[in-house]
């Protein structure tokens, strides 16, 4: 069904993308077209190296309602979004990867679920096409540790493919941490929520722009940016380690001391020492380096750096006076 009221922003981040750019385009403007009348598309490029910037200016040559956001270097896709979603004019902005992973043609369905009163509509990825065991497991780890550790639950699955109210992109750009994951942020601002099971495609061109050490560093983020229960947790261990430690020392003062040895245990003094003190430094050296996490953390917030840099000359259908 489409709506000739709605206006409806898109949000595409673009890293390298240009060999699959003019496929996902047409698969992309196919589905928004079959929901909404009026939209734009705001392609936010990434600083690549590639003629992905050029193939999105021939676009917005052909469609003014096509747009290029142009980096002036590589920022990374949190960042990229950021920029996207603050650009943003229409009542609901659709996020959606270039790559062509999140299937374009369900898009009529999150439109469909905001107009019914959702906020935030969600896709959740309950199968993905030639994904690797490295990134399987890791995410599947993430969102058990996560949901464990603390009281934020986000669910397993959910991507950066969703729908959000206009409301809640004004709520989102009052948000001012550097180190950040999108999905993490629109989840802990809450909001009426809707969720829609997708399975994954195959990228069409090229390989994943999320390498290894990548994906390891936004889960680093997610959890320093939106949980601070490492820092108590290892309190806790230090607290049980101490304890456990001094009754460890008790009874084998007794049992070698008052008791004579009776259970042949032969523990000298300086073996008992040793054996403290190296779980001991072993300990100190895990809180100190996840200390050195949140250190490192405000030491980025202190710095008050701009989430990104446009290069306006680059850049199409973008208005300076608007970010």
Known sequence: MQSSKLSLS?????????????????????AVKAAVDHYEVIYCDDGSDDNTAALVQKLHHDDPRIKL???????????????????????????????????????????????????????????????GWFKRLGSLFFYKFFNRLTNQKLVPGST???LIDRSVQQAFLKLTESDRITRGLIDWLGFKRHYIDFT??????????????????????????LTSVP????????????TAAFVLGSVVAIEQ??????????????AMLSIMLVFLVGIVLLSQGVLALYISHIHNQSKQRPLYVIDYAASAGIDADKE
């Open 200 to 225: 994954a495609n195959a990228r069409q061109q090229g390989s994943a722009g999320y390498s290894r050490r990548k994906l390891l560093t936004l889960a680093t983020n997610s959890f320093v940016s």
């Open 231 to 242: 820092l108590y947790l290892f309190g806790y261990l230090g607290m049980f380690i101490t």
């Open 69 to 131: 956001v142009k980096l002036s270097r590589n920022f990374g896709k949190e960042n990229t979004l950021a920029v996207g979603i603050a650009l943003a004019q229409g009542q609901a902005i659709i996020m959606i990867d270039g790559d062509g992973q999140h299937p374009p043609e369900l898009i009529p369905q999150f439109i469909e679920a905001w107009e019914q009163g959702a906020r935030v509509v969600i896709g959740v990825r309950t199968a993905n096409k030639h994904e």
């Open 10 to 30: 898109v949000v595409v981040p673009l890293f390298n993308e240009g060999a699959g750019l003019a496929s996902f385009h047409e698969s992309l403007i196919q």
């Open 257 to 270: 001391l008052l008791l004579g040895d009776p259970w042949n245990w032969n523990f000298t003094g300086t």
């Open 160 to 162: 950066d493919f969703r």
